[in-house]
């Protein structure tokens, strides 16, 4: 099919914006809002109840649209940096245009807050942030990624998003072919790069029973400084700063007091700042190597106690022992989000307020709309472009009884 002349409309969510074609919705990529483009349809089947596209050329340019900063993510390109020809300020309000829409969809209320940018990425304009990156090793041993929506993949000749020191890991050496490569680059040690879960070593697998497999973040909550160790391949923020961002501010949202109850709780980011606030601090996580590092980083903590069970099953026999009830309660779900089921069991608990760390506007807004119905007023929310080019956005909210 030839090339499609298009006015480009609104954002949505998912990293497109939203256009018509004699009726039928096409979601539109590397295009911004009032745009005249030609796009290239990805995926256009006769019956399909909507289209996708590239585009392709500008003829009528926003003037919110910059140079990519990484053309081999542009059209038809690498998935991971769909917003690149959108000026930071302006990718901010992206995000904000589309939390104000899940909300008024699935909430039925508005977003009350903002989108901020964490320190430092003015300076960086963006770039080389991400102390986690990911990749496959193509035939040849190079570093690849596959192509947005696709199985087939392209060799990488730059990742300007990673760390430097996280993208000269990947990009400066070779790999076995069909490898899985993860390269982090931890705060308080040296580049950890791995291979099919393998540490990879001065270009070669590291085969001692004991080679090391975790790495050491620091995290600092105001005055205090946490040093955990974790999983190289497990979870951790990707943003040079998030660790420490997201913790100090869900600190100071969720307050003090006698207990809090963190869900989701991974290997302890937000825990360890928890336990200098409240006299008690009860977290459930569902991973056992995450438990092993929260059981680690917490170790010298008499007061933080760690659960290994799934949550809402854990939520409703009880949480054994552990008595919870008027807590305050952090919780950081998956992508998916809480569920009406997870937040029915945490609202029996009846919990004095609720600090909810989202990674998806669509599930939060849906979440927001059950604890509403469950007693629960949302009272503040606030949002940081923790990944920049990307239109992804973490968000916290707070909910009162």
């Known amino acids: 099919m030839p090339d499609v002349r298009l006015t480009v409309g609104p954002v949505a969510h998912g990293g497109h914006c939203v256009a018509r074609h004699d009726g039928r919705v096409v979601f539109v990529r590397h295009a911004l809002p009032g745009e005249t483009v030609e796009v290239r349809l990805t995926e256009a089947q006769p019956d399909a109840a909507f289209w996708r596209a590239d585009a392709v050329t500008i003829l009528e340019a926003s003037p919110d649209r910059v140079a990519h900063p990484w ?7 690498v998935g991971g940096a769909e917003l690149g020809h959108v000026s930071l300020p302006a990718q901010r309000e992206w995000k904000l245009a589309v939390l104000r829409d899940a909300f008024t969809r699935f909430a039925g209320q508005e977003f009350p807050g903002e989108v901020a940018e964490a320190h430092g990425d003015v300076g960086r304009a963006g770039l080389h942030y991400r102390t986690r990156v990911a990749a496959i090793a193509d035939a040849e041993g190079r570093a690849a990624m596959r192509l947005f929506r696709s ?3 392209r060799a990488l000749t730059a990742m300007p998003l990673a760390t430097s020191a ?3 890991a990947l990009l400066g050496q070779r790999f076995p072919a069909g490898g899985r ?7 308080e040690s040296e580049v950890f790069v791995a291979v099919d879960g393998a540490r990879w070593h001065n ?13 050491k973040e620091v995290v600092r909550v105001g005055k205090a400084e946490h040093h955990l160790v974790v999983d190289a391949t497990g979870f951790w923020q990707v943003h040079v700063e998030a660790p420490s961002l997201l913790a100090r501010r869900v600190s100071e949202l969720a ?3 006698a207990v809090a109850l963190e869900l989701y709780s991974g290997a302890g980011l937000l825990t360890t700042a928890l336990a200098d606030s409240f006299e008690r601090v009860v977290s459930v996580e569902s991973d056992a190597d995450a ?9 010298a903590t008499d007061h933080v106690s760690v659960l290994h069970g799934d949550v809402r099953k854990s939520l409703r026999q009880g949480l054994g022992d552990h008595a919870v009830g008027q807590a305050v309660v952090v919780l950081d779900p998956p992508r998916s989000g809480a569920g009406r089921e997870t937040l029915a069991a945490l ?3 009846v919990p004095s307020r609720v600090v909810y760390v989202a990674c998806d506007p669509v599930a939060l807004a849906r979440d927001t709309k059950l604890l509403a119905e469950l007693g629960y007023r949302l009272t503040s929310a606030e949002a940081w472009d923790l990944f920049p080019m990307t239109h992804h956005v973490e968000t916290l909210a707070v909910f009162e009884r």
């Open 166 to 168: 996280a993208e000269a």
């Open 203 to 215: 270009g070669r697998r590291d085969t001692r029973h004991n080679a090391p497999r975790r790495v």
């Open 181 to 187: 490569v993860h390269v982090v680059d931890p705060s």
């Open 255 to 257: 307050g003090t007091g």
């Open 291 to 299: 438990v092993r590092a929260a059981r680690r980083n917490v170790s």
């Open 347 to 349: 609202a029996a608990l």
């Open 151 to 153: 199985h087939e993949s």
């Open 71 to 77: 053309p081999e993510a542009g059209p038809g390109g």
